[in-house]
């Protein structure tokens, strides 16, 4: 067993900074008091977050590692105040068995700063193989990079009716795409039309039926495609669907299925999201070569964003624009129940990963001081609040913005009924 470790600082629990001593034991918060007389602590100046989680991120390891590999993706995570990443099975070789499964995780051991789970990819046709291990389910209703439209029926699959995981739906139906790509896309507007959020409702019309109890549809692209009222699925939103349109001249780096869209309705996400309506921020990190973003018609989609996620969200606190409590929530909180891990909250129970920040310490993205391999961004000159601290399980990785810690990150197996 190791020697317990004491933090004290400003620690934001339950809705307020108070401070705070925390005990840590083997990664976990062992104990949490306002003060214990005698016991020698690491002070964290700043203001502490819990480490944020992104459940969506496509690192391309193993197999398209000239794009990303999950060294530089999960160093980029961490620089971002990511502790945890999930990671989706669209790898050129898609992750549909145990064999495949097993082959991309004994890839990738060893080699992440964050702690990290693994998708398999449920096609409608494979249930017998998928890994007892996979972290989570990611269904392609529709075709995207390195995928196809699965064919299943939402309805009534008994697979998805029983799956205790949660499943992760791309949610743009295969028939819509199909009908809509009647010409090339020239421009983002052209990607907007062809790829248009009539695919997106329909997928949600599909969703609805579905007797899966743990839900996310990914990526909402047009908040106005979500029904008022209650539905059986969690939502979940990027920053580029947020913050970007198809009015900005931004290219084929802002390229990306689903599609940013028109102005208006670039507007109405971000409101739903500042009016706590969401339920998951995710980045959809999806990084590709320069070479594959020459142009908008035969560029690949996908737009980086694991290291900006939540800089840009804390900047748009700093301003008075969002509520602390949502980005936590969203950002933190909210993915780990999904996930059924005890991570998100600064409680005792729970793994000691925090972030600090000072919101005052506002600057612009720089994409030449990003860490993907392929570090192009269309939120380059962006408004964002990089983290000073970051620790996963208690192990500082990142001091005063720089990395400090070698390759720890955890593996996170699914276990059925219980928290890991």
């Known amino acids: 067993m190791s020697e317990n470790t004491f933090f004290s600082g400003r620690f934001y629990r339950n809705g307020n900074f108070e401070e705070l001593l925390i005990e840590i034991q083997d990664g976990i918060i ?37 794009k990303e590999d999950f060294t530089t993706g999960s160093m980029s995570a961490v620089y971002g105040g990511t502790t945890t990443v999930f990671d989706m099975p669209n790898n050129r070789i898609p992750i549909t068995d145990y064999n ?51 064919d299943i029926d939402y309805e009534h699959d008994t697979f998805l009716g029983e799956n205790p995981r949660l499943v992760v739906l791309h949610g743009e139906m295969e028939d819509c795409l199909i009908t809509n790509s009647s010409f090339p896309a020239m421009t983002l507007k052209d990607h907007d039309m062809l790829r248009n959020s009539r695919c997106e409702a329909e997928a949600v019309t599909n969703i609805m039926k579905m007797k899966t109890k743990n839900i996310v549809m990914a990526h909402v692209s047009n908040w106005e495609n979500i029904p008022e009222g209650k539905i059986n699925f969690h939502t979940e939103m990027t920053p580029h669907h947020m913050l970007l349109n198809t009015g900005m001249n931004l290219g084929a780096w802002a390229k990306v299925n689903p ?57 748009l606190v700093q301003k008075k624009i969002l509520p602390l409590e949502t980005l936590v929530q969203t950002g933190a909180t909210g993915p780990a129940e999904r996930m059924g891990i005890k991570k998100g909250k600064i409680e005792v129970g729970y793994a000691a990963d925090f972030c ?32 000073s601290n970051v620790y996963v399980g208690g192990i500082e990785v990142i001091s005063s913005g720089e990395l400090v810690e070698s390759r720890s990150g955890k593996y996170i197996p699914f276990i059925e009924g219980k928290n890991v």
Request: net charge neutral; proline share 5%; hydrophobic share 30%.
């Open 356 to 387: 600090s920040v000072r919101l005052s310490s506002m600057k612009r993205i720089n994409q030449e001081r990003l860490h993907s391999k392929n570090p192009f961004s269309p939120f380059d000159g962006f408004d964002a609040v990089f983290p």
């Open 30 to 66: 062992a104990d949490i008091s306002k003060f214990r007389k005698g016991v020698s602590s690491t002070r964290i100046e700043d203001a502490v977050l819990p480490g944020f989680m992104d459940i969506h991120v496509h690192f391309r390891d193993p197999g398209e590692t000239e």
């Open 100 to 150: 495949r499964y097993d082959e991309k995780k004994a890839a990738i051991k060893g080699r992440s700063y964050a702690d990290y789970g693994l998708y398999s990819m449920y096609t409608g046709k494979n249930s017998s193989v998928i890994s007892g291990e996979s972290s989570a389910l990611k269904i392609y209703m529709g075709g995207s990079t390195n995928s196809s439209g699965a």
């Open 259 to 315: 599609p940013i869209r028109d102005r208006d309705t670039m507007e109405k996400n971000r409101q739903a999201y500042l009016d706590g309506k969401v339920d998951i921020l995710s980045s959809d990190h999806a990084p590709h070569t320069e070479y594959e973003k020459e142009s908008v018609e035969h560029g690949k989609s996908g737009i980086i964003g694991v290291e900006t996620r939540i800089p840009l969200m804390l900047a």
